[in-house]
């Protein structure tokens, strides 16, 4: 009788988020769309908007809705930790997830380089938390697979992607195979995907891909490209692991003492990079993803490392918003430089190889990276190459940076709380 509850709250949950997630995708794309809008043909407008809006979001994270900052990932994975469910309940309760779900609209609607699949997370982990309070007597245990159900529901309702949900939730949430969890994941991952599915309809996110990798030469560049991502992926992560020790000392003090300030400055350099960019960098560059992917559509040479910078500063302000969309679209900048190098490279195919390569190197998730892309663009004959191109970004990302980056910062976030618990969720997230 107790399971069969349990598996009612985990499907219920699981159905919350996908609606939620429904309702913020709309924003999303509404906030995007309203943000290009604004500033076509004005571009001296993004010198005010990204900069304005990246202090207003910081200012209302630190004293409104203290804990929402970050990608929300972190904070998911350091419940996994937490004994006490009353610690958990902090992380993961209504107001903060209320606070990512407004405060992620507003970081789009003044273009900043993120993704909604972090603040979906938690807020899938936030839903099942507070469900599970209803009827259950709570553990460890159960908070766990609350926990971890809610990461694969909001994996898949992020990315319409339930096999890359409950992938994602064991390879990098639980590091584990679990009977007991496998089940919960699988059924939270599926039950909010049978939501999307009856609401949206079969849509995968990046449209349907044609892509092939015929044998010959551009075989050859699969690995090359590979590592150059893994690289490249693994210098973001360990920025963010520990920003302090690639800025100057004055820049640190004035994100420490002054975030507002920083931040400011932060949405500056935004702007500069998205002018510079003809404005395909800012917010998750979802279009130029799948231009490239779908219709074989070059992104200029220069996307991925403006890419790179504009997504790596909006993190860096403070601002909530997730780094997976994002990182997808380097990814696809990353791939599609050989086709601008060597003549004859397919573009969508090399896109591909070039998104799990510098995502795994990102996460260090091979499977994770290797399911997600081709789950979004709905392509099994690219299994094998985007699978090499996944295991090989990982390895060389880890020449860069040695422990995984959602595990480095759950563990950061875990010891501030131990340090300072009289102010736990406003510091909760190391500041640059």
């Not at 219920?12 to 913020?24: E, K, P, R, Y």
């Not at 290009?36 to 005010?48: C, E, N, S, Y």
């Not at 002054?258 to 800012?282: D, E, K, N, T």
Request: aromatic fraction near 8%; hydrophobic fraction near 55%.
């Amino acid at each position: 009788m107790q399971v069969a509850k349990r598996n009612l709250i985990f499907v219920i949950a699981a159905i919350i988020t996908g609606l939620v997630s429904i309702a913020f995708g709309i924003g999303v794309v509404r906030a995007s769309a309203l943000f290009a809008q604004v500033i076509q043909g004005r571009d001296w407008l993004a010198f005010l908007l990204c900069p304005a809006g990246f202090a207003v979001i910081v200012f209302l994270t630190r004293n409104v809705f203290p804990g929402a900052q970050g990608s929300g990932i972190p904070q998911a994975m350091a419940g996994l930790q937490m004994q006490d469910p009353a610690d958990v309940d902090s992380v993961l309760s209504f107001r903060i997830a209320a606070g990512k779900f407004l405060l992620t609209l507003l970081g789009f609607a003044v273009g900043a380089s993120i993704g909604k699949e972090g603040p979906t997370v938690q807020i899938g982990c936030a839903a099942m938390n507070i469900c599970g309070r209803f009827g259950l007597e709570r553990s460890h245990a159960l908070q766990r697979l609350l926990i971890l159900a809610g990461g694969a529901a909001g994996i898949t309702c992020a990315f319409n992607a339930p096999i890359a949900g409950a992938v994602f939730a064991i390879e990098e949430m639980a590091r584990s195979f679990d009977d007991r969890q496998v089940r919960a994941i699988l059924l939270a991952a599926f039950a909010s995907g049978v939501t999307l599915l009856l609401v949206l309809g079969y849509q995968p996110y990046f449209g349907f891909s044609r892509a092939m990798l015929p044998f010959g030469i551009a075989w050859a560049l699969v690995p090359v490209c590979a590592v150059i991502g893994g690289l490249a992926g693994g210098l973001f992560a360990r920025i963010l692991v520990a920003p302090a020790r690639f800025m100057p000392g004055p820049i640190n003090t004035l994100a420490k003492r002054r975030p507002v300030v920083f931040a400011v400055v932060c949405g500056i350099i935004l702007a500069c990079l998205g002018v510079i960019s003809h404005g395909q960098v800012f917010d998750a560059s979802y279009g130029e993803a799948r231009a490239a992917l779908t219709r074989g559509v070059l992104p200029p040479i220069g996307f991925a490392p403006l890419k790179w910078a504009a997504t790596l500063v909006s993190y860096l302000s403070g601002i909530p918003g997730g780094i997976f969309a994002p990182s997808l679209a380097v990814g696809v900048g990353v791939g599609t430089a050989f086709a601008h190098l060597v003549p004859g490279v397919p573009v969508a195919a090399f896109a591909m190889v070039g998104m799990a390569g510098y995502f795994s190197g990102v996460v260090q998730s091979p499977l994770t990276a290797t399911a997600i892309v081709i789950e979004m663009t709905s392509n099994p004959a690219m299994t094998v190459p985007v699978g090499l191109a996944a295991v090989l970004g990982t390895m060389a990302s880890r020449l860069v940076c040695k422990q995984p980056v959602y595990h480095a910062m759950s563990h950061q976030f875990l010891r501030v709380i131990e340090r300072k618990p009289e102010d736990n969720l406003r510091t909760a997230e190391p500041a640059p």
